[in-house]
C-alpha cells in the first residue's frame, strides 16, 4: 500500500532551521516528482518545492534562497531543509508523489507535520 510518512516539524524561533523529511513505501520512488505544499489555516495549499525524478528543483518565490528540496533515491526518502525560518512559514507541510504514465496520473499525499515559527 502506498504511504508517505513526514516527520521533522516543530516550534522554531524565528532565524531557525528545521529540516522535514517524508518517506514513501508502495511506490518506485524514484519514478515520482516528489513535491512539499503548506498550508496555514483558512488558506489554500500551495506548493513549496519539488524535485522531479531526474533531480530537477523548482521553488515557490517565498522560499527562494532559504529552503532546499532534495532526495535520496535508496532511502525511498525527500527531505526539506529549512533556513532563516519566518513565522509567515508558519503551516501544515505536506508531502506529494505524482507520477503521470500515459494515461493515468497517480498522486499520493501524506498526513503533515506541523511547523510554527514563533518567538
Known amino acids: 500500500q502506498e504511504q508517505l510518512v513526514e516527520s521533522g516539524g516543530g516550534l522554531v524561533q524565528p532565524g531557525g532551521s528545521l529540516r522535514l523529511s517524508c518517506a514513501a513505501s508502495?511506490?518506485?520512488?524514484?519514478?515520482?516528482?516528489m513535491g512539499w505544499y503548506r498550508q496555514a489555516p483558512g488558506s489554500q495549499r500551495d506548493t513549496v518545492a519539488n524535485?522531479?525524478?531526474?533531480?530537477?528543483?523548482n521553488y515557490a518565490d517565498s522560499v527562494k534562497g532559504r529552503f532546499t528540496i532534495s532526495r535520496d533515491n535508496a532511502k525511498n526518502t525527500v527531505y526539506l531543509q529549512m533556513n532563516s525560518l519566518k513565522p509567515e512559514d508558519t503551516a501544515g507541510y505536506y508531502c506529494?508523489?505524482?507520477?503521470?504514465?500515459?494515461?493515468?496520473?497517480?498522486?499520493?499525499w501524506g498526513q503533515g507535520t506541523q511547523v510554527t515559527v514563533s518567538s
Open positions: 524535485i522531479t525524478s531526474d533531480g530537477i528543483t
Open positions: 508502495g511506490i518506485i520512488f524514484r519514478f515520482y516528482t
Open positions: 506529494n508523489a505524482r507520477r503521470v504514465l500515459g494515461r493515468y496520473e497517480f498522486d499520493y
